[in-house]
């Protein structure tokens, strides 16, 4: 019925959309960046399992690319801007948590919904890794519309990005452009998101963006 | 003579249940004691406390109802019926057929509902707040153990314990992430349904930090020896349902010769006793929650469940 | 002989990504300015020795009939941008607004913005369009944020997060076309290569089609700027310099309709797959009216303006949505036309505030009597954008409605009066702000008439579009039409 192989693919997809959902609850700062770290691990072990399942190694730098940028580079970086701008350490919410559980929840689902009867025929690998890729969009969406605070809106960001590459390496033998294109969104994004956070805290004394929000230009 | 002897059988599990669920609340105690660098009752000290409330005297609030008197003896029917419907040692017994994890789950609420009753009954505030709170963690409770009920039985193709069990002997499960999942929030909620740390804590008698002690404050006697045994036989059933469901080596199959029975029971007490050893450990090592951040650790256990069912749908459509 | 085209296509691409990597070292900004213009000149030079010598596709690389207005139109209005650009950014160092080192960035940025849009309108790789029009995203978000106030921070953090959340959308789309195309295509570069795909859509899966379209559309859809995911719009014209603006609005904007009308082509070709169209006209018709109504109340004006690209690109893609030969030419039309018009009022704007010192357009008054050239050359502008005849915008805007009445009656009204509500408050900021009571400010001297020659010369290829076009593009155009069904 279910080989081996295809458990773990789903153990470690699942694991990611579990990570995605511990992300939601926490409400501490270094909190937040310590599940991010499990989110990029995890991520990197499912396309590593994908590269050796489907034959494909140009997959590994893949994963090696996830776990040195995303779990450690990153990570580390906002370590010390949390330390450095002394961040207000509380993430504050916009719905409460119970709320966003239930949400993440529905989105689940509608990722279910959605995606299994379309790719079925893809195959049962392609089809549970988007399942759950999709899943994980939705959730990173769903981080960054319930925070105020930047910098979690930056994490919810990059957890977005993780699913979507969970979703490239699933398409099966998608060429060597996804991975530049993942390199460079995570460059990219590294030197956005520092420039910001440095720009942000020399007018800001927090990085929340509800304070951001007085300065809403959209009233003239 | 099959009869006769699976009605034996039967009627060796229930008393089996209801004469190790003591033993299992002391062997507790005992291991917390000893962690905590303290002598500790004896391990059979429950049987001598059950013993000397059974010959006291009854006392009774003048504004006690008959609900009150009665609820005792409901409870501990309830929860004895559905601790001897889970399979210890063995599955395919005789009353196995009626062993549904639903209905084993109406049967705890039965009981619960009862306790809550009796706790207002009297009319004193601490049962007030016992109960009040004893339902708030019930309302999360009991949909977090549904959700793993309904995961399990979407795995098994059915909802009656005993086929679930020989189901998870037999077939090869593999790393299923829903079942992980499914324990996880099991486990959860066995702590809440407990009154064990970090929900409650048994031993207390602070306004603050109880639920089920607040309920019984009321009870004397036989009443009370009731209550006790209840608590005692809802562990017992709880480690056997997670030992049974996820821990089925050694089940004893209907129609395996005596030696198979034998040792089975042997690896019962062997599971029981790890159980209670775990649980042990968990509650020293852990710190007991504010009563508000109950919710949030149930609802845990309600995300797992919903989740852990929702992925079975991935995973079983191929 | 060597095939000209050959060289110029990746000229195209080499010119700007070299300029950027020069600009980002010289210190002088002077020669900065001077070597963006140049390097956009030669850029134009080369687009345009593609529309006479086509290059062959490569597996990367494509130049059919959709594309190449397109790259012509995005090097010309580069060209223009830079040249207004040299002059408004002399007059922003002076009044301290922007620092030298801050120059060298936003030089450099710049190239970096042409290549990624070059890249983008020229790639044959579903994946390379993808990154080309991230890097164009993320140069101008932080471009945007160049002036450091707090409004230009929180208009740049808006772009950036609505951005990203629409390119992360977008990618998920790509990939999804991606797998439809693998078991009929096979693995490799081939499934996502634009040639092979359009010839080999009609034997896709035509529900992951579906999929991967209202995935494009809502991701690709964020960076045009379609109600309701245009929250980013506004700000991001209002707050960033306005050459910044004049190339969001005229090119940016065309760059990503262009990625939704590559896709919709492949959804055409497909006959299982869901009619697009009535997707796009809800969207278009959406952003249409809201930017019409939003319109009367804003109080900037450059935001002013954002709005009006809003309601153009509502107009397109209602047009692309109402679908057939007539409407599909029409849509492309009005995608040239905008583009010209709104950079040349961007151009008149960035005078104007800077000759009036505010963007607030109740201080602004009077242009025609205290800066004569640039005061008319604003009222053309508006005129031609609010779709005036004889300019190119009424043709466009009028094919788009004739088609309209023909296939969908009913249709045609809410959009006419979209149109007609835009109009009024075009008008009517106009007259406030060309004509009537110029104020006692202390009188700046205006732009040359050299320095509006940018303006000029885009309102005039739009005043000739409106009853003249070159044959070529007619043609090409048809032929698109008739690909997008």
Same mark, same amino acid.
């Given at each position: 019925m279910h080989s081996f192989q295809f458990d773990v693919a789903h153990l470690l997809a699942s694991g990611l959309v579990l990570a995605s959902f511990m992300l939601l609850y926490q409400d501490r700062m270094f909190g937040v960046i310590n599940v991010f770290v499990l989110h990029a691990v995890l991520l990197a072990m499912a396309v590593a399992w994908q590269a050796y399942v489907q034959d494909a190694p140009h997959l590994y730098i893949t994963a090696a690319i996830a776990l040195v940028f995303k779990g450690t580079v990153i990570p580390v970086a906002l370590y010390r801007i949390v330390r450095r701008l002394d961040i207000h350490r509380n993430i504050e919410k916009v719905v409460g948590v119970g709320s966003t559980m239930l949400i993440g929840i529905g989105l689940v689902s509608l990722s279910i919904a959605v995606m299994l009867p379309v790719t079925h025929r893809a195959g049962a690998f392609t089809s549970e890794d988007l399942v759950f890729a999709l899943a994980v969009v939705l959730l990173g969406l769903l981080m960054m519309t319930t925070r105020r605070n930047a910098v979690s809106q930056v994490i919810g960001f990059m957890s977005l990005e993780n699913g979507l590459i969970l979703a490239a390496a699933g398409a099966k033998g998608m060429p060597l452009v996804v991975e530049i294109s993942v390199a460079f969104s995570v460059l990219i994004a590294f030197i956005v998101i520092g420039v910001f956070l440095f720009r942000i805290r020399e007018r800001f004394d927090s990085v929340d963006v509800q304070a951001l929000d007085r300065f809403r230009g959209d009233r003239g | 003579m099959g009869i006769a002897v699976a009605l034996i059988v039967q009627g060796g599990q229930m008393m089996l249940v209801l004469l190790l669920a003591p033993l299992l609340t002391g062997l507790v105690r005992k291991i917390k004691a000893r962690l905590l660098r303290r002598q500790g009752p004896s391990v059979i000290q429950p049987y001598r406390d059950l013993l000397r409330l059974l010959r006291k005297e009854v006392v009774l609030a003048q504004t006690a109802s008959p609900v009150f008197r009665a609820a005792p003896y409901v409870i501990f029917a309830a929860i004895w019926v559905a601790a001897a419907l889970v399979p210890t040692f063995a599955t395919g017994l005789m009353f196995s057929w009626s062993a549904d994890l639903i209905a084993i789950v109406a049967l705890l609420g039965t009981a619960r509902f009862m306790l809550a009753l009796a706790?207002?009954?009297?009319? @004193?505030?601490?049962?007030?707040?016992?109960?009040?709170?004893?339902?708030?963690?019930?309302?999360?409770?009991?949909?977090?153990?549904?959700?793993?009920?309904?995961? $399990?039985?979407?795995?098994?193709?059915? @909802?009656?314990?005993?086929?679930?069990?020989?189901?998870?002997?037999? +077939?090869?499960?593999?790393?299923?992430?829903?079942?992980?999942?499914?324990?996880?929030?099991?486990?959860?909620?066995?702590?809440?349904?407990?009154?064990?740390?970090?929900?409650?804590?048994?031993? @207390?008698?602070?306004?603050?930090?109880?639920?089920?002690?607040?309920?019984?404050?009321?009870?004397?006697?036989? +009443?009370?020896?009731?209550?006790?045994?209840?608590?005692?036989?809802?562990?017992?059933?709880?480690?056997?349902?997670?030992?049974?469901?996820?821990?089925?080596?050694?089940?004893?199959?209907?129609?395996?010769?005596?030696?198979?029975?034998?040792?089975?029971?042997?690896?019962?007490?062997?599971?029981?006793?790890?159980?209670?050893?775990?649980?042990?450990?968990?509650? @020293?090592?852990?710190?007991?929650?504010?009563?508000?951040?109950?919710?949030?650790? $149930?609802?845990?256990? $309600?995300?797992?469940?919903?989740?852990?069912?929702?992925?079975?749908?991935?995973?079983?459509?191929? | 002989m060597t095939n000209p085209a050959s060289i110029a296509e990746p000229l195209v691409l080499i010119v700007p990504a070299a300029a950027a990597a020069i600009l980002a070292l010289l210190p002088s900004y002077r020669i900065s300015s001077k070597l963006n213009v140049l390097a956009t000149l030669i850029t134009l030079s080369a687009a345009l020795t593609l529309v006479v010598h086509r290059p062959n596709p490569s597996a990367y690389l494509l130049v059919d009939d959709l594309n190449v207005f397109l790259i012509v139109l995005n090097t010309f209005v580069g060209f223009t941008a830079s040249a207004f650009s040299a002059g408004y950014i002399e007059h922003?160092?002076?009044?301290?607004?922007?620092?030298?080192?801050?120059?060298?960035?936003?030089?450099?940025?710049?190239?970096?913005?042409?290549?990624?849009?070059?890249?983008?309108?020229?790639?044959?790789? =579903?994946?390379?369009?993808?990154?080309?029009?991230?890097?164009?995203?993320?140069?101008?978000?932080?471009?945007?944020?160049?002036?450091?106030?707090?409004?230009?921070?929180?208009?740049?953090?808006?772009?950036?997060?609505?951005?990203?959340?629409? =390119?992360?959308?977008? %990618?998920?789309?790509? =990939?999804?076309?991606?797998?439809?195309?693998?078991?009929?295509?096979?693995?490799?570069?081939?499934?996502?290569?634009?040639?092979?795909?359009?010839?080999?859509?009609?034997?896709?899966?035509?529900?992951?089609?579906?999929?991967?379209?209202?995935?494009?559309?809502?991701?690709?859809?964020?960076?045009?700027?379609?109600?309701?995911?245009?929250?980013? %719009?506004?700000?991001?014209?209002?707050?960033?310099?306005?050459?910044?603006?004049?190339?969001?609005?005229?090119?940016?904007?065309?760059?990503?309709?262009?990625?939704?009308?590559?896709?919709?082509?492949?959804?055409?070709?497909?006959?299982?797959?869901?009619?697009?169209?009535?997707?796009?006209?809800?969207?278009?018709?959406?952003?249409?009216? &809201?930017?019409?109504?939003?319109?009367?109340?804003?109080?900037?004006?450059?935001? &002013?303006?954002?709005?009006?690209?809003?309601?153009?690109?509502?107009?397109?893609?209602?047009?692309?949505?109402?679908?057939?030969?007539?409407?599909?030419?029409?849509?492309?039309?009005?995608?040239?036309?905008?583009?010209?018009?709104?950079?040349? =009022?961007?151009?008149?704007?960035?005078?104007?505030?800077?000759?009036?010192?505010?963007?607030?357009?109740?201080?602004?008054?009077?242009?025609?009597?205290?800066?004569?050239?640039?005061?008319?050359?604003?009222?053309?502008?508006?005129?031609?954008?609010?779709?005036?005849?004889?300019?190119?915008?009424?043709?466009?805007?009028?094919?788009?409605?004739?088609?309209?009445?023909?296939?969908?009656?009913?249709?045609?009204?809410?959009?006419?009066?979209?149109?007609?509500?835009?109009?009024?408050?075009?008008?009517?900021?106009?007259?406030?702000?060309?004509?009537?009571?110029?104020?006692?400010?202390?009188?700046?001297?205006?732009?040359?008439?050299?320095?509006?020659?940018?303006?000029?010369?885009?309102?005039?290829?739009?005043?000739?579009?409106?009853?003249?076009?070159?044959?070529?593009?007619?043609?090409?155009?048809?032929?698109?039409?008739?690909?997008?069904?």
């Amino acid at each position: 019925m279910h080989s081996f192989q295809f458990d773990v693919a789903h153990l470690l997809a699942s694991g990611l959309v579990l990570a995605s959902f511990m992300l939601l609850y926490q409400d501490r700062m270094f909190g937040v960046i310590n599940v991010f770290v499990l989110h990029a691990v995890l991520l990197a072990m499912a396309v590593a399992w994908q590269a050796y399942v489907q034959d494909a190694p140009h997959l590994y730098i893949t994963a090696a690319i996830a776990l040195v940028f995303k779990g450690t580079v990153i990570p580390v970086a906002l370590y010390r801007i949390v330390r450095r701008l002394d961040i207000h350490r509380n993430i504050e919410k916009v719905v409460g948590v119970g709320s966003t559980m239930l949400i993440g929840i529905g989105l689940v689902s509608l990722s279910i919904a959605v995606m299994l009867p379309v790719t079925h025929r893809a195959g049962a690998f392609t089809s549970e890794d988007l399942v759950f890729a999709l899943a994980v969009v939705l959730l990173g969406l769903l981080m960054m519309t319930t925070r105020r605070n930047a910098v979690s809106q930056v994490i919810g960001f990059m957890s977005l990005e993780n699913g979507l590459i969970l979703a490239a390496a699933g398409a099966k033998g998608m060429p060597l452009v996804v991975e530049i294109s993942v390199a460079f969104s995570v460059l990219i994004a590294f030197i956005v998101i520092g420039v910001f956070l440095f720009r942000i805290r020399e007018r800001f004394d927090s990085v929340d963006v509800q304070a951001l929000d007085r300065f809403r230009g959209d009233r003239g | 003579m099959g009869i006769a002897v699976a009605l034996i059988v039967q009627g060796g599990q229930m008393m089996l249940v209801l004469l190790l669920a003591p033993l299992l609340t002391g062997l507790v105690r005992k291991i917390k004691a000893r962690l905590l660098r303290r002598q500790g009752p004896s391990v059979i000290q429950p049987y001598r406390d059950l013993l000397r409330l059974l010959r006291k005297e009854v006392v009774l609030a003048q504004t006690a109802s008959p609900v009150f008197r009665a609820a005792p003896y409901v409870i501990f029917a309830a929860i004895w019926v559905a601790a001897a419907l889970v399979p210890t040692f063995a599955t395919g017994l005789m009353f196995s057929w009626s062993a549904d994890l639903i209905a084993i789950v109406a049967l705890l609420g039965t009981a619960r509902f009862m306790l809550a009753l009796a706790g207002l009954d009297v009319g @004193t505030s601490f049962g007030g707040i016992g109960s009040s709170r004893e339902m708030m963690i019930a309302s999360l409770a009991e949909p977090a153990m549904l959700m793993v009920v309904f995961t $399990l039985s979407l795995v098994a193709q059915t @909802t009656q314990l005993s086929s679930i069990a020989r189901f998870m002997l037999e +077939h090869s499960v593999g790393l299923r992430v829903s079942l992980a999942m499914a324990v996880v929030a099991l486990l959860m909620v066995a702590i809440a349904e407990n009154a064990r740390i970090p929900v409650d804590n048994p031993a @207390t008698h602070l306004e603050l930090t109880m639920v089920h002690e607040a309920m019984v404050l009321e009870y004397s006697g036989r +009443h009370l020896a009731m209550i006790e045994l209840g608590a005692a036989l809802k562990l017992l059933l709880y480690v056997s349902l997670i030992g049974c469901l996820f821990l089925p080596w050694g089940l004893a199959r209907a129609g395996d010769d005596p030696s198979a029975y034998l040792l089975a029971i042997l690896l019962y007490l062997a599971k029981l006793a790890a159980g209670g050893g775990l649980l042990a450990v968990f509650e @020293t090592s852990i710190a007991k929650m504010r009563v508000f951040r109950v919710p949030e650790f $149930l609802g845990a256990a $309600l995300m797992l469940g919903l989740l852990a069912a929702l992925l079975l749908f991935v995973s079983k459509s191929f | 002989m060597t095939n000209p085209a050959s060289i110029a296509e990746p000229l195209v691409l080499i010119v700007p990504a070299a300029a950027a990597a020069i600009l980002a070292l010289l210190p002088s900004y002077r020669i900065s300015s001077k070597l963006n213009v140049l390097a956009t000149l030669i850029t134009l030079s080369a687009a345009l020795t593609l529309v006479v010598h086509r290059p062959n596709p490569s597996a990367y690389l494509l130049v059919d009939d959709l594309n190449v207005f397109l790259i012509v139109l995005n090097t010309f209005v580069g060209f223009t941008a830079s040249a207004f650009s040299a002059g408004y950014i002399e007059h922003e160092l002076e009044n301290g607004k922007l620092t030298p080192t801050y120059l060298r960035f936003y030089h450099a940025m710049y190239q970096v913005l042409m290549f990624g849009m070059n890249l983008a309108l020229m790639a044959n790789n =579903i994946g390379l369009m993808w990154v080309a029009i991230e890097l164009a995203t993320l140069t101008t978000v932080l471009m945007v944020g160049i002036y450091r106030t707090h409004e230009a921070i929180e208009a740049a953090w808006k772009y950036f997060i609505l951005g990203s959340v629409g =390119i992360a959308l977008a %990618l998920f789309g790509t =990939i999804i076309v991606y797998l439809a195309a693998l078991p009929v295509v096979g693995e490799g570069l081939d499934a996502m290569a634009w040639n092979v795909l359009t010839t080999r859509s009609a034997e896709f899966d035509p529900a992951l089609l579906n999929l991967a379209f209202v995935f494009l559309l809502l991701g690709y859809g964020t960076k045009v700027g379609l109600a309701p995911l245009h929250a980013w %719009l506004p700000d991001a014209h209002a707050e960033g310099p306005t050459p910044i603006s004049a190339v969001l609005s005229g090119l940016l904007l065309n760059v990503a309709l262009y990625a939704v009308l590559r896709f919709k082509i492949l959804l055409a070709a497909n006959a299982g797959a869901l009619a697009p169209g009535p997707l796009m006209v809800v969207m278009g018709l959406a952003s249409l009216s &809201f930017a019409a109504f939003m319109l009367y109340r804003r109080r900037d004006i450059k935001r &002013f303006f954002a709005y009006s690209s809003i309601e153009h690109m509502g107009i397109a893609t209602f047009a692309f949505g109402m679908g057939g030969p007539l409407a599909n030419f029409a849509g492309l039309l009005h995608m040239a036309m905008h583009s010209l018009t709104k950079s040349a =009022i961007f151009y008149s704007v960035g005078h104007v505030a800077q000759v009036k010192g505010t963007q607030r357009i109740k201080d602004i008054g009077g242009l025609t009597a205290s800066h004569p050239l640039l005061g008319w050359s604003l009222v053309a502008g508006v005129l031609a954008i609010a779709g005036l005849p004889p300019f190119g915008i009424f043709m466009s805007e009028f094919l788009v409605l004739s088609s309209t009445f023909a296939r969908q009656p009913l249709l045609a009204v809410p959009f006419a009066f979209g149109l007609l509500i835009a109009f009024g408050a075009l008008i009517w900021r106009l007259h406030k702000m060309a004509f009537g009571d110029p104020g006692e400010a202390k009188h700046v001297p205006g732009p040359s008439g050299l320095k509006l020659l940018a303006v000029f010369g885009h309102l005039t290829l739009v005043f000739v579009a409106g009853f003249y076009l070159p044959p070529a593009l007619t043609a090409w155009f048809r032929h698109v039409a008739l690909l997008l069904g």
